[in-house]
């Protein structure tokens, strides 16, 4: 068998056999072909896709290319949760106590942020404290204990997904369905749960940018779902604004903190109730109804609250140390009118420039600095009013123009689209 005779199957647009991607990947991962002969391979997926058997193939020999997790010692029905990436977007750290506090497990392994998009590992790393390695072992003792557990990606799991999303990343061929899904359900299917929901984000401030895309994207992951006889259900939700008011790792967490003493964006607090209903109600098996009205009841009693605490203390956290040092300067509206849209894209650009992200996983992060939102999406504002607060360690040129261009700001009130566009099963 060899590389250019699979490079050029590929080319021609032909069926590929489960060896044929078997050797490539292997083959990449152990070093017997290099980064320009893969680049040629993963560039003609780019171009001609796959079907949706190949995508099958890739998943499985990228699963089987490292180590998978056993939960089946857990006596409680178990759900993974994961999003595609957005700007301000906290929901692993709301919905992950919300459902354990209902007697399901949520066993999280999370990535850091790359580009423009914020990590959960990162918001978490902002807890003075909080231990995000984990062995097996401790894993799985958390989740007995507390029932959810959020610690950073093994190294371990899908090796080969980590080398070619690398490589996908460095020659801009990141875009391409086949190989979305197949990266993030290899990484999905290897962490042991039965019942994976996905929040995949649509819009400016995400990689997928229209629904169509995404839908097909969600219908691919459903259906290699079905291989592993795993239930995989897809929510499209609304990037084209940020989630929630805070964008930044401790102010995301500070706002993770306001959510559950019951100060909330309206917006967050839809996406995190109906993502929270949705894993209880397809872990449990009972009505949306019936598990949305556990999770306000759970929201409510602070039942929540409490097991929010409990899960980041029990992970050596200190949540009342955050990282969070930096000065800040009120962002101050120059009109009068209602906020009608808010640039996600540029929000990010400035959090991420302010040193909040990173361009490669070795770079520092600023855990502190961040942006506020003051006035969100639907509301009135007058001119003087504060618009928002930009947290720095480092002063930016423009930081305070780039802020306000952000914001549309119009004097009459446009009808505000909903978080949620549609779920697939």
Not at 208 to 213: F, G
Not at 285 to 295: C, D, H, M, R, T
Not at 335 to 345: A, E, R
Request: aromatic share 8%.
């Amino acid at each position: 068998m060899k590389a250019i005779d699979i490079i050029e199957k590929k080319k021609n647009n032909e069926k590929l056999e489960y060896k044929e991607i078997e050797y490539m990947v292997n083959s990449y991962v152990k070093g017997k072909i290099n980064d320009k002969t893969m680049s040629d391979f993963v560039w003609q997926i780019y171009y001609n896709g796959l079907n949706i058997e190949e995508t099958y193939f890739l998943t499985d020999v990228m699963i089987k290319s490292g180590e998978t997790i056993d939960l089946s010692s857990l006596n409680k029905p178990v759900v993974d949760k994961h999003s595609t990436g957005g700007v301000g977007d906290k929901i692993t750290l709301i919905v992950s106590p919300i459902v354990a506090c209902a007697g399901v497990c949520v066993p999280k392994m999370s990535g850091r942020g790359l580009g423009l998009t914020g990590g959960t590992v990162d918001k978490l790393e902002s807890i003075t404290g909080y231990k995000l390695n984990l062995t097996k072992k401790q894993f799985l003792e958390e989740l007995d204990k507390v029932g959810c557990a959020v610690i950073s990606q093994s190294e371990k799991i899908a090796v080969a997904d980590k080398k070619i999303y690398a490589l996908r990343n460095e020659i801009g061929a990141v875009d391409s369905i086949p190989l979305i899904a197949s990266s993030i359900m290899s990484k999905k299917i290897a962490s042991g749960s039965d019942v994976i929901i996905i929040d995949l984000k649509v819009g400016k401030g995400a990689f997928m940018k229209n629904i169509k895309s995404a839908t097909k994207l969600a219908k691919t992951m459903v259906k290699i779902g079905e291989y592993y006889d795993k239930k995989v259900i897809c929510t499209l939700s609304d990037m084209n604004i940020p989630l929630g008011r805070n964008i930044g790792n401790a102010l995301e967490v500070k706002e993770a903190m306001d959510f559950f003493d019951g100060k909330y964006d309206k917006r967050l607090y839809e996406l995190s109730v109906y993502i929270s209903s949705l894993m209880i109600s397809s872990a449990k098996k009972i009505s949306f109804a019936n598990a949305k009205k556990l999770v306000i009841n759970l929201l409510e009693s602070g039942h929540a609250k409490n097991k929010f605490y409990e899960w980041i203390k029990s992970q050596g956290g200190n949540i009342h140390k955050l990282k969070d040092k930096a000065k800040k300067v009120d962002i101050i509206s120059t009109k009068t009118g209602y906020v009608n849209s808010i640039d996600s894209n540029l929000i990010a650009e400035l959090v991420f420039n302010l040193g909040a992200g990173r361009v490669k996983k070795t770079d520092p992060v600023d855990y502190a600095v961040g942006v506020t939102l003051n006035k969100v999406i639907g509301d009135k504002v007058k001119e003087g009013e504060v618009l928002g607060t930009i947290y720095y360690n480092k002063k930016l040129d423009g930081m305070d123009k780039l802020f306000i261009n952000s914001f549309k700001i119009e004097k009459k009130k446009k009808r505000v689209k909903k978080i949620i566009i549609k779920t697939i099963k």
